[in-house]
């Protein structure tokens, strides 16, 4: 909760905004404290509103040569409308990432890559190519250089702080990865919040499943009644929970150990 109301401070962060700076600036300065090596990754994206620099931001915890490797993703930016702050859409899985780089860190877990992506909101509307500007360019990137055959799984995060957790039942997901953090939820007693409600959401994992990286999606996408809260006004800070972040963190850090009980 105190990483996302650091980063709704800035208001509106939409891609090639300064706000958006600001906050990858935050970002990046607070994980250059940590044990990891991270890695800003600039690019000029086309758009229907023309070229917009962009930036992602990849935190690798261990060795480089780990493998396979576990990335845990989600995206920073926000739409571009002057009354949003993106408290939940946006901010939230910035910030769960922070906590969960800093956990890593007094943990010593190696082969954990953390990936902040810009531009997954369409800076227009969301057909076409307008939208995944990040992920699809890290998964691009990462296809050609080998690293992708090495991800032995994504979990990507989004929207996850909503008060009332419902984490959807991704269908575009992995079906293995997705029954395996689904097994952990329930093991931890949150089957309240994994439930089995199917629902597909086209989001930055899609752009890993079609370079052939086992992917998640991990989002409540019912964000108040009738989910009349995303993409408006209403997506401030008081409709979070800290104990939907600790509820995902929780699940997250256990399925890491499962994956990896000898550290």
Same mark, same amino acid.
């Given at each position: 909760?105190?990483?996302?109301?650091?980063?709704?401070?800035?208001?509106?962060?939409?891609?090639?905004s300064a706000q958006l700076r600001r906050q990858a600036q935050m970002i990046v300065e607070n994980?250059?404290?940590?044990?990891?090596?991270?890695?800003? #990754?600039?690019?000029?994206?086309?758009?229907?509103?023309?070229?917009?620099?962009?930036?992602?931001?990849?935190?690798?915890?261990?060795?480089?040569?780990?493998?396979?490797?576990?990335?845990?993703?989600?995206?920073?930016?926000?739409?571009?409308?002057?009354?949003?702050?993106?408290?939940?859409?946006?901010?939230?899985?910035?910030?769960?990432?922070?906590?969960?780089?800093?956990?890593?860190?007094?943990?010593?877990?190696?082969?954990?890559?953390?990936?902040?992506?810009?531009?997954?909101?369409?800076?227009?509307?969301?057909?076409?190519?307008?939208?995944?500007?990040?992920?699809?360019?890290?998964?691009?990137?990462?296809?050609?250089?080998?690293?992708?055959?090495?991800?032995?799984?994504?979990?990507?995060?989004?929207?996850?702080?909503?008060? #009332?957790?419902?984490?959807?039942?991704?269908?575009?997901?992995?079906?293995?990865?997705?029954?395996?953090?689904?097994?952990?939820?329930? #093991?931890?007693?949150?089957?309240?919040?994994?439930?089995?409600?199917?629902?597909?959401?086209?989001? #930055?994992?899609?752009?890993?499943?079609?370079?052939?990286?086992?992917?998640?999606?991990?989002?409540?996408?019912?964000?108040?009644?009738?989910?009349?809260?995303?993409?408006?006004?209403?997506?401030?800070?008081?409709?979070?929970?800290?104990?939907?972040?600790?509820?995902?963190?929780?699940?997250?850090?256990?399925?890491?150990?499962?994956?990896?009980?000898?550290?």
């Amino acid at each position: 909760m105190e990483w996302t109301g650091r980063f709704v401070e800035l208001g509106n962060r939409p891609a090639g905004s300064a706000q958006l700076r600001r906050q990858a600036q935050m970002i990046v300065e607070n994980l250059d404290r940590l044990s990891c090596s991270v890695e800003v #990754d600039r690019f000029v994206a086309a758009t229907p509103n023309g070229a917009k620099p962009m930036r992602n931001i990849v935190a690798r915890f261990g060795a480089e040569s780990h493998s396979p490797i576990i990335v845990i993703s989600g995206h920073y930016d926000t739409i571009a409308a002057p009354e949003f702050v993106g408290a939940n859409d946006g901010g939230s899985s910035a910030a769960l990432l922070m906590v969960l780089a800093e956990r890593l860190d007094r943990a010593g877990r190696e082969g954990v890559w953390l990936a902040f992506f810009d531009g997954e909101e369409a800076i227009v509307e969301w057909s076409g190519g307008d939208h995944t500007y990040g992920s699809r360019r890290l998964a691009q990137r990462w296809a050609a250089d080998g690293t992708a055959s090495r991800i032995g799984a994504l979990i990507n995060v989004d929207m996850i702080g909503d008060r #009332d957790l419902d984490i959807l039942y991704e269908g575009n997901s992995d079906a293995a990865l997705r029954r395996e953090v689904w097994d952990v939820a329930s #093991d931890l007693g949150y089957a309240a919040a994994f439930r089995t409600n199917l629902g597909y959401v086209q989001d #930055d994992h899609i752009s890993f499943l079609e370079v052939g990286v086992p992917s998640l999606n991990l989002i409540d996408f019912n964000y108040g009644p009738l989910n009349s809260y995303w993409h408006t006004s209403q997506d401030s800070l008081d409709k979070l929970s800290k104990r939907s972040f600790a509820i995902v963190l929780h699940v997250l850090e256990a399925f890491l150990q499962r994956r990896n009980p000898a550290q």
